[in-house]
Protein backbone atom coordinates (compact mmCIF):
# COMPACT_ATOMS: atom_id res chain seq x y z
CA UNK A 1 0.00 0.00 0.00
CA UNK A 2 3.03 2.32 0.82
CA UNK A 3 4.87 1.76 -2.54
CA UNK A 4 1.13 2.41 -4.66
CA UNK A 5 0.18 5.08 -2.92
CA UNK A 6 3.93 6.70 -3.14
CA UNK A 7 4.07 7.34 0.78
CA UNK A 8 8.14 5.96 1.34
CA UNK A 9 10.30 8.18 2.45
CA UNK A 10 12.51 10.13 -0.05
CA UNK A 11 15.07 11.92 -0.25
CA UNK A 12 14.40 14.96 -2.96
CA UNK A 13 17.14 17.57 -1.95
CA UNK A 14 18.93 17.32 -5.12
CA UNK A 15 16.32 15.56 -6.94
CA UNK A 16 14.01 18.60 -7.34
CA UNK A 17 15.92 20.83 -8.85
CA UNK A 18 16.28 18.24 -11.75
CA UNK A 19 14.19 18.75 -14.91
CA UNK A 20 11.23 17.11 -14.91
CA UNK A 21 12.07 14.24 -17.48
CA UNK A 22 16.02 13.83 -15.47
CA UNK A 23 13.22 13.64 -12.47
CA UNK A 24 11.64 10.58 -13.90
CA UNK A 25 14.57 8.80 -15.08
CA UNK A 26 16.33 9.08 -11.58
CA UNK A 27 12.68 7.56 -10.34
CA UNK A 28 13.06 4.43 -12.88
CA UNK A 29 17.01 4.27 -12.16
CA UNK A 30 15.70 4.29 -8.12
CA UNK A 31 12.88 2.10 -8.74
CA UNK A 32 14.67 -0.42 -10.79
CA UNK A 33 17.33 -1.04 -8.26
CA UNK A 34 14.83 -0.83 -5.16
CA UNK A 35 13.36 -4.08 -7.50
CA UNK A 36 16.28 -5.79 -7.71
CA UNK A 37 16.83 -5.98 -4.23
CA UNK A 38 13.59 -6.73 -3.07
CA UNK A 39 13.73 -9.76 -6.17
CA UNK A 40 16.99 -11.37 -4.34
CA UNK A 41 14.44 -10.81 -0.90
CA UNK A 42 11.79 -12.87 -2.13
CA UNK A 43 14.11 -15.60 -3.81
CA UNK A 44 16.10 -15.58 -0.88
CA UNK A 45 12.89 -15.86 1.41
CA UNK A 46 11.24 -18.24 -0.87
CA UNK A 47 13.83 -20.90 -0.04
CA UNK A 48 13.92 -20.30 3.53
CA UNK A 49 9.97 -20.96 3.45
CA UNK A 50 10.47 -23.78 1.73
CA UNK A 51 13.06 -25.14 3.89
CA UNK A 52 10.80 -24.18 6.83
CA UNK A 53 7.62 -25.74 5.08
CA UNK A 54 9.79 -29.32 3.98
CA UNK A 55 11.21 -29.17 8.27
CA UNK A 56 7.94 -28.74 9.45
CA UNK A 57 9.80 -25.64 11.29
CA UNK A 58 8.11 -25.03 14.67
CA UNK A 59 8.43 -21.91 17.25
CA UNK A 60 9.26 -24.24 20.43
CA UNK A 61 7.59 -22.85 23.56
CA UNK A 62 4.54 -23.49 26.11
CA UNK A 63 2.98 -23.92 22.89
CA UNK A 64 4.82 -24.92 19.42
CA UNK A 65 3.62 -22.39 16.80
CA UNK A 66 4.28 -23.31 13.33
CA UNK A 67 7.43 -20.81 11.26
CA UNK A 68 5.91 -21.79 7.75
CA UNK A 69 3.18 -19.39 7.68
CA UNK A 70 4.88 -15.87 8.72
CA UNK A 71 7.85 -17.09 6.13
CA UNK A 72 5.12 -17.34 3.55
CA UNK A 73 3.65 -14.33 4.64
CA UNK A 74 6.67 -12.37 3.95
CA UNK A 75 7.06 -13.94 0.67
CA UNK A 76 3.77 -13.05 -0.53
CA UNK A 77 4.55 -9.87 0.54
CA UNK A 78 7.70 -9.48 -1.04
CA UNK A 79 5.99 -10.62 -4.59
CA UNK A 80 3.35 -7.83 -3.81
CA UNK A 81 5.95 -4.94 -3.72
CA UNK A 82 7.95 -6.50 -6.46
CA UNK A 83 4.66 -6.38 -8.52
CA UNK A 84 3.66 -2.53 -7.23
CA UNK A 85 7.46 -2.02 -8.25
CA UNK A 86 7.05 -3.57 -11.80
CA UNK A 87 4.01 -1.66 -12.13
CA UNK A 88 5.74 1.50 -11.00
CA UNK A 89 8.67 1.72 -13.47
CA UNK A 90 5.96 0.83 -16.21
CA UNK A 91 3.90 4.00 -15.70
CA UNK A 92 7.12 5.76 -15.28
CA UNK A 93 8.59 4.25 -18.69
CA UNK A 94 5.14 4.95 -20.37
CA UNK A 95 5.07 8.68 -18.94
CA UNK A 96 8.53 9.02 -20.16
CA UNK A 97 8.12 8.29 -23.70
CA UNK A 98 4.79 10.16 -24.13
CA UNK A 99 6.75 13.05 -22.53
CA UNK A 100 9.70 12.54 -25.11
CA UNK A 101 8.40 15.02 -27.77
CA UNK A 102 7.72 17.68 -24.78
CA UNK A 103 9.96 19.92 -23.77
CA UNK A 104 11.15 20.05 -20.05
CA UNK A 105 9.61 22.26 -17.21
Known sequence: ???ASRSHIRAEMLVRFFPSRSRL??????HVV????????????????ISSWEEKEFVTGLINIPRYPAR???????????LQLI???ADRLMTLCSTKGAGDD
Open 72 to 82: WAIVAGEFLLC
Open 87 to 89: FDV
Open 25 to 30: IADIFT
Open 1 to 3: FTQ
Open 34 to 49: FLAIFLFFLVEGTVQA
